[in-house]
């Protein structure tokens, strides 16, 4: 009885210990994907690989679209989250004109997008429009609620 009772206590402890070591699924790092549809309807799946992620939005358009052919999915609709921040860089430029009056553009993904927009924003606003310009040196880049 003796043996019985060290042996189902040398199971009890490993099986105790398993489940100390299990791995542990970090839930902040994911990836979220989104799909759409010629209607311009959309559908997200969150993931903790990006595969999965676009995979669950692109069945969940096929089921629930109302034309489901027209379904799209693309992994530049899909954006990382590290420790629950975005990983996909934001950029923000800044115009200037002649009067040294900076015009800062709103984010972009793309850093000439942000060029771009920061460029038409002064010749929307400056006084003198034809006197604007941008120079890349200006473009800073962001990450969604952190500033580098």
Request: hydrophobic share 30%; aromatic share 12%; glycine share 4%.
């Amino acid at each position: 009885m003796s043996h019985t009772f060290k042996y189902c206590l040398l199971l009890l402890t490993f099986y105790c210990g398993s489940g100390i070591t299990a791995p542990y699924l970090d839930r902040s790092n994911y990836w979220i994907c989104t799909t759409h549809d010629n209607a311009n309807l959309q559908w997200s799946a969150k993931s903790t690989y990006q595969k999965a992620a676009l995979n669950i939005a692109y069945a969940t358009c096929k089921k629930e679209s109302k034309t489901p052919s027209s379904c799209k999915a693309s992994k530049a609709d899909c954006e990382g989250f590290n420790q629950g921040m975005s990983t996909r860089p934001m950029w923000k430029c800044t115009a200037l004109d002649r009067t040294a009056v900076p015009w800062q553009s709103n984010f972009y993904a793309q850093r000439d997008d942000a060029a771009l927009g920061a460029r038409a924003y002064c010749k929307e606003n400056s006084t003198i429009p034809e006197t604007c310009y941008i120079n890349l040196v200006t473009c800073v880049s962001f990450q969604e609620g952190v500033r580098l």
